[in-house]
């Protein structure tokens, strides 16, 4: 199993839809999350954390399941601008190991 | 702030040669990471380091070597190119406070090899 997988899509959704990526890690030992977000040709960029108790940042949405080792990002009202590369992080110690990210395309 | 910076930004070269890969970062962060991506992939850990004068092997490191004699640079040197590494070139720095384990990265040199 690897240690982060991700649904590479790509996940096509009209302007206005809703959309949920799934990660799975597998070191129980895992320290910290994160959803990285990665435009084409361009260098990732740190989308938002992931807590426990789960997060909200505006249309973002990101939740932890330690049980089944598990973080989903939800995408509320697509934006043509939120079209990219989403990378799942997820940190041991000192190092922060990538998933190889979903591509969300979002067409008008 | 200039944040994370590299250069070059792109580099073709042939089989066998060397070159070095520049990063720098001007936020004053401990921790500096290299990273490799190839296409539709995820990125791949080549070397880190936690301070001025200590680095420490990632993911895939063989074919590379770094040094770190600052806290500002972190240089990526590649000996003997090979056709495999062909690839995206990121290096990333964070903070060592442990209040946000955010990584800032640069914009990446994009390397081929033939």
């Known amino acids: 199993r690897k240690e982060v997988e991700q649904d590479p899509g790509p996940f096509n959704v009209p302007e206005g839809a809703t959309v949920a990526f799934n990660c799975t890690y597998s070191?129980?030992?895992?320290?910290?999350f994160f959803w990285y977000r990665q435009d084409c040709r361009k260098e990732p960029k740190l989308l938002m954390s992931v807590y426990s108790s789960g997060n909200e940042d505006g249309r973002f949405t990101a939740q932890l399941n330690r049980a089944s080792q598990y973080i989903s990002l939800l995408i509320r009202d697509s934006k043509l601008s939120d079209s990219a590369t989403y990378l799942c992080?997820?940190?041991?110690?000192?190092?922060?190991?990538f998933g190889r990210g979903t591509s969300l395309i979002v067409h008008p | 702030n200039a944040g994370v910076t590299q250069t070059p930004k792109f580099r073709i070269l042939k089989i066998g040669q060397s070159m070095t890969l520049q990063c720098a970062q001007d936020m004053n962060h401990n921790y500096m990471y290299w990273y490799r991506q190839d296409p539709g992939m995820g990125l791949k850990l080549i070397y880190y380091?936690?301070?001025?004068?200590?680095?420490d092997k990632g993911e895939v490191p063989n074919g590379y070597n770094v040094s770190r004699s600052t806290t500002e640079d972190f240089p990526l040197r590649l000996e003997l190119a090979a056709p495999s590494q062909t690839s995206v070139y990121f290096c990333?720095?964070?903070?060592?406070?442990?209040?946000?384990?955010?990584?800032?990265f640069g914009p990446g040199t994009r390397l081929t090899v033939t």
């Open positions: 992080v997820v940190r041991g110690s000192y190092i922060p190991t």
């Open positions: 380091s936690v301070g001025a004068g200590i680095t």
């Open positions: 070191n129980s030992a895992s320290q910290s």
């Open positions: 990333a720095s964070r903070a060592r406070d442990t209040s946000s384990y955010e990584q800032y």
